[in-house]
């Protein structure tokens, strides 16, 4: 679909859902007998929260997670369910970082950041060198942007064991703070909109994060939210992959044309697949209409035996199924013995949409889109 050999680096798998137990088990497992004993916290919108509560536990450490209180509830739960203590702060992740810095301050537990630490970089980099030793010439790697740790360490891993590959940071629309900061050449902090992909929706990477972008990345691009959408409907329907709206940003960019692949030996890095299973529903849905397989329509009737009838019979010919079917009997653009149908279809594609309509038209139904919604009769069309 790609026009690309592409192979996926399925981290949605990894133990915790993400790629962030690689860093986090990196950074305790280095800690001082002292600061185990004190204890750890972090700042995370879910992925990194799981990650640094696993690892502190095998470690025998104890840890508190704050996180923002818009996080999805299933990341929060599973936080608690590894061991960790949960604080809820703010509405961003920015909040929730300040009050793990407040907090440290006052109980002397070690940060562990969730990306600005060379440590933590070294961790996720481990997912480049297994790309590189797996998948023989790889001569492309996408790898969703937040703060940068990922795509950072990912970079210097590739560019060390397979030279000769791009390596190319993908974010959304909704938080560009990296591909700001690498038009601007030095790191910015803007603050992200509401985004599917809240994993990666950080204000923007840290210096650190931002010198190793500029220097081992060769290029950030900006996907949007109908993008991510239609990727993790791709992945769940083709893949059999659930994965989180940060972690298909990668694949996004691919089925967009965002990042140029054609011939290409393409490794897309699925980062986590920590998804709320309310919103794959809505995903779902999303993606299914704006890949053309949903396909919404109102039609005006006379209010009559067997006009509903004729309609459900052209669609069912047009090889289109009704979802939904809603009347409206009454309302001032409606004149008297008439009735508006709001139809929902599942269609294969858009060309298939476009079928059906022509086959409505054909009878006499039509709908005028945002407008008003027509059917003329034989009868109307000779007066």
């Known amino acids: 679909m790609a026009g690309a050999d592409v192979r996926l680096k399925c981290e949605n798998l990894q133990r915790t859902g993400s790629f962030k137990i690689r860093g986090a088990a990196n950074r305790i497992a280095a800690l001082s007998a002292h600061e185990r004993a004190r204890g750890v916290i972090a700042a995370s919108a879910g992925n990194h929260a799981q990650g640094v509560a696993v690892a502190a536990r095998e470690h025998g450490v104890r840890a508190t997670i704050v996180m923002p209180r818009t996080t999805p509830l299933a990341k929060v739960e599973a936080t608690r369910g590894y061991g960790a203590e949960v604080l809820l702060h703010g509405d961003s992740y920015e909040d929730a970082q300040r009050e793990c810095e407040r907090f440290a301050g006052a109980h002397g537990n070690t940060v562990i950041p969730a990306y600005d630490d060379p440590l933590i970089i070294a961790g996720q980099g481990a997912v480049g060198i297994e790309i590189a030793e797996e998948f023989a010439g790889v ?8 703060g940068g740790g990922l795509a950072a360490g990912v970079a210097i891993a590739v560019k060390a064991t397979a030279p000769g590959a791009r390596v190319i940071g993908v974010q959304v629309e909704a938080a560009p703070g990296a591909a700001r900061s690498r038009a601007a050449g030095h790191a910015l902090s803007i603050d992200p909109a509401p985004t599917i992909a809240e994993g990666i929706a950080v204000a923007g990477p840290s210096a650190l994060t931002h010198d190793l972008l500029q ?116 309302g001032m653009a409606l004149p008297v013995g008439r009735v508006h149908v709001a139809l929902l279809l599942e269609v294969r594609d858009r060309e298939h949409a476009a079928t059906v309509r022509a086959a409505l038209g054909a009878h006499g139904f039509t709908h005028g889109g945002a407008g008003e919604p027509e059917y003329v009769p034989s009868a109307w069309k000779r007066a």
Request: proline share 2%; aromatic share 2%.
């Open 139 to 146: 001569s492309l790697v996408a790898v969703p942007v937040g």
């Open 215 to 330: 220097r081992h990345v060769d290029d950030i691009v900006l996907v949007g939210e109908d993008d991510v959408a239609e990727a993790m409907v791709l992945l769940l329907e083709r893949s059999k992959l659930v994965v989180e709206g940060a972690g298909a940003a990668s694949v996004a960019a691919l089925m967009s044309g965002r990042v140029a692949a054609r011939g290409e030996r393409v490794c897309a890095i699925l980062s986590g697949g920590n998804a709320d299973i309310n919103m794959i529903a809505r995903v779902v849905e999303h993606g299914l209409t704006t890949a053309g397989r949903y396909y919404s329509l109102t039609i005006g009737l006379d209010d009559k035996p067997g006009q509903l009838a004729r309609l459900s019979e052209i669609i069912a010919e047009a090889g289109a199924n009704i979802l939904s079917v809603s009347h409206q009997r009454f």
